[in-house]
């Protein structure tokens, strides 16, 4: 998994409430277990119209906010089915940190899992964020994980919570299996003792 320590991105505005997984990755695109090639589809009931054609009233189909790394998005944001693809598309995307006032407790744990952040901030701390978002000329903001900021174009910072342990495997880029990895000394020792004192096994 990549690491995570400081970005600096075009914030699209997403003010849409209770924005569930199947909005996410729609269930037709489950089938994968792959990763990648997700991005195409990322919301793709709102992304596209039914000939296949990009919207044009999605924030993510203009410019800037095509490359947007960061989503700033309405309440409950990843409700709903606990597919893990949600993550997976939003990463291939190019999306690497939500900002929201809740998520739903699922996504949040499967996003600090494939390398994305989720930040929860007060509704007034949203609302700024959102207004500089939509600022087409100056849309980026900076995220600095390690000291737990987020640095808005005016230069004003908002701080955020996060837990200890979720913030180190971010930074040192650690999944389920390279926490699992970095233990592999102490797994080997138990092995070769079980060898030893349980032959049978």
Same mark, same amino acid.
């Given at each position: 998994?990549?690491?995570?320590?400081?970005?600096?991105?075009?914030?699209?505005?997403?003010?849409?409430?209770?924005?569930?997984?199947?909005?996410?990755?729609?269930?037709?695109?489950?089938?994968?277990?792959?990763?990648?090639?997700?991005?195409?589809?990322?919301?793709?009931?709102?992304?596209?119209?039914?000939?296949?054609?990009?919207?044009?009233?999605?924030?993510?189909?203009?410019?800037?906010?095509?490359?947007?790394?960061?989503?700033?998005?309405?309440?409950?944001?990843?409700?709903?089915?606990?597919?893990?693809?949600?993550?997976?598309?939003?990463?291939?995307?190019?999306?690497?940190?939500?900002?929201?006032?809740?998520?739903?407790?699922?996504?949040?744990?499967?996003?600090?899992?494939?390398?994305?952040?989720?930040?929860?901030?007060?509704? @007034?701390?949203?609302?700024?964020? =959102?207004?500089?978002? /939509?600022?087409?000329?100056?849309? &980026?903001?900076? !995220? +600095?994980?390690?000291?737990?900021?987020?640095?808005?174009?005016?230069?004003?910072?908002?701080?955020?919570?996060?837990?200890?342990?979720?913030?180190?495997?971010?930074?040192?880029?650690? @999944?389920?299996?390279?926490?699992? =990895?970095?233990?592999? /000394?102490?797994?080997?020792?138990? &092995?070769?003792? !079980? +060898?030893?004192?349980?032959?049978?096994?």
């Amino acid at each position: 998994m990549e690491k995570f320590q400081n970005l600096k991105g075009i914030a699209a505005p997403f003010n849409i409430l209770n924005v569930d997984t199947d909005k996410i990755i729609p269930k037709q695109f489950l089938t994968t277990i792959k990763r990648t090639g997700l991005g195409k589809h990322l919301f793709d009931e709102m992304r596209y119209n039914d000939d296949g054609s990009e919207s044009d009233d999605f924030i993510l189909n203009r410019n800037p906010y095509r490359q947007a790394k960061i989503l700033v998005a309405g309440d409950n944001f990843g409700c709903g089915s606990s597919r893990e693809h949600a993550p997976w598309a939003l990463a291939d995307f190019g999306i690497k940190c939500i900002i929201s006032t809740s998520f739903a407790d699922i996504f949040y744990n499967n996003s600090f899992k494939n390398g994305l952040l989720p930040i929860k901030v007060s509704k @007034d701390q949203r609302d700024a964020l =959102l207004e500089d978002a /939509k600022d087409a000329e100056n849309p &980026e903001l900076e !995220i +600095d994980l390690k000291t737990q900021e987020i640095r808005r174009p005016n230069g004003a910072v908002i701080k955020f919570e996060l837990d200890p342990f979720r913030k180190k495997c971010l930074m040192e880029g650690l @999944d389920d299996i390279g926490i699992t =990895l970095k233990k592999e /000394k102490n797994i080997k020792e138990f &092995e070769n003792l !079980i +060898d030893i004192e349980r032959p049978w096994l």
